[in-house]
């Protein structure tokens, strides 16, 4: 099984990326996250945003699996489906959900709200999906699962959970709501997914490995926004990271291949958070515009800023990436200089490459400069046509990094791409 994820906060390309690699693969399968994710796909110049549907989806004949890690809102679910109807064939023969993936309910989602406003000044930049409130009731042991649907206590179950919901409502925070028209929808939505095959996850994919079959494992948002191991607490609810995989699929560690790790030739990041390298000015501006920096699902304008060598060189050790794969190179090209933070000056003055336990502390970028390509590259299909200060860019990103770059995304489009390696599935 190959691993494919993104090294930065999110928002690196992976939908794309993913599309492209697909017909290398038997099973495409989401492992973590929920529909906070935006993975955007243009194709024939038609734009798609899938949330919860693996971006394999659109491959005939390729299985799409949604992983136990997921939490899964059942009406934006819904809502995908039906967005694909008359576009993609066979979209309930071949989209599986994993039996132990976690249901997020319409009190999850007031829960988030309600959370988020007590924070005040605070807030952490939730999308406001329920994605943390279901989180909390799965490591909890209250959660409700798409397992429990077909049971025949599942009304029995959702009511006692969203009783307990309303409690904290009330008590915790005080919070006025209205529940009754979303949770109709929400009832009428798991309706809709019995028609669906439920499996354990587990099983499907380790008999997919005995006999043969090429998976691969998609992950969501980013390595810099990982429970564990990102800018803490400005962060999402799951691993993000490729040991995410394994226990958002229920594989083991020992069929994991190849890891792919995608990154923008430049950095963003939505919400609240330390952003090192950030442009908070006309270029940082400059940079959204061109690269379209507004988001997937919740249309928020990203922050912009420099590539951060010191992150990426965090992620790309803490994912094993054995292969890179930059996106938005084509965005630099209006620029006739680029920087990259090579490490950064700690409050005392000293300098380090390492990511400092608390990156919020104030740490000020090292800088170093190399020109821009100003060259159109988006129609550029052939690497030996790059112009020769892209390719100087990603030599130094490689040599820098110690991982070879097997694709180099030049548009939002499927067929932007350049396969700079030779892409063998496994």
């Not at 997914?193 to 079959?213: M, P, W």
Request: proline share 5%.
């Amino acid at each position: 099984m190959d691993v494919l994820l993104g090294l930065q906060w999110g928002d690196e390309g992976k939908g794309k990326v993913v599309d492209v690699l697909a017909p290398n693969y038997d099973i495409v399968a989401r492992f973590q996250g929920g529909p906070n994710a935006g993975h955007t796909l243009v194709i024939d110049g038609k734009k798609f945003v899938l949330h919860l549907i693996p971006s394999g989806i659109f491959h005939p004949g390729k299985a799409c699996l949604i992983g136990n890690g997921v939490v899964l809102d059942p009406v934006t679910l819904r809502k995908e489906i039906e967005k694909l109807d008359g576009i993609v064939d066979d979209v309930k023969d071949r989209l599986l959900i994993a039996n132990r993936a976690h249901l997020i309910l319409p009190s999850h989602k007031l829960l988030d709200a309600a959370s988020e406003q007590a924070k005040g000044d605070k807030k952490i930049g939730s999308t406001l999906r329920g994605i943390g409130p279901t989180y909390m009731d799965k490591t909890g042991r209250n959660g409700l699962r798409i397992g429990d649907i077909p049971t025949p206590d599942f009304l029995e179950k959702y009511q006692a959970l969203r009783h307990k919901h309303e409690t904290m409502l009330e008590h915790l925070y005080g919070y006025e709501y209205e529940i009754e028209a979303a949770e109709a929808e929400f009832l009428d939505a798991i309706e809709f997914l019995k028609q669906f095959t439920f499996v354990n996850s587990e099983h499907y994919l380790y008999d997919a490995y005995r006999n043969g079959k090429k998976v691969l494992a998609e992950g969501a948002q980013g390595t810099l926004l990982d429970i564990e191991f990102g800018s803490y607490p400005f962060v999402t609810s799951s691993n993000t990271i490729t040991a995410g995989a394994c226990v958002g699929l229920g594989i083991s560690p020992h069929h994991l291949n190849r890891v792919f790790g995608i990154f923008k030739a430049y950095c963003t990041r939505v919400g609240s958070g330390p952003f090192p390298t950030e442009l908070d000015n006309e270029m940082g501006e400059k940079i959204r515009q061109e690269g379209g920096e507004f988001g997937a699902t919740t249309g928020r304008p990203r922050r912009t800023g420099w590539l951060d060598l010191p992150l990426l060189k965090y992620a790309v050790r803490l994912n094993g990436v054995t292969d890179l794969i930059m996106t938005k190179a084509d965005v630099l090209s209006v620029l006739d200089e680029i920087r990259v933070c090579t490490a950064y000056r700690l409050p005392d003055g000293s300098i380090t490459e390492e990511v400092p336990f608390d990156l919020a502390a104030g740490v000020d970028p090292v800088w170093e400069s190399m020109p821009g390509w100003q060259t159109d590259v988006t129609a550029i299909k052939d690497k030996e046509k790059l112009p020769a200060e892209l390719k100087d860019y990603i030599q130094y990103l490689e040599k820098e990094l110690e991982v070879p770059l097997t694709y180099l995304s030049l548009g939002p489009d499927r067929e932007q791409i350049i396969e700079m390696r030779e892409m063998i599935a496994g």
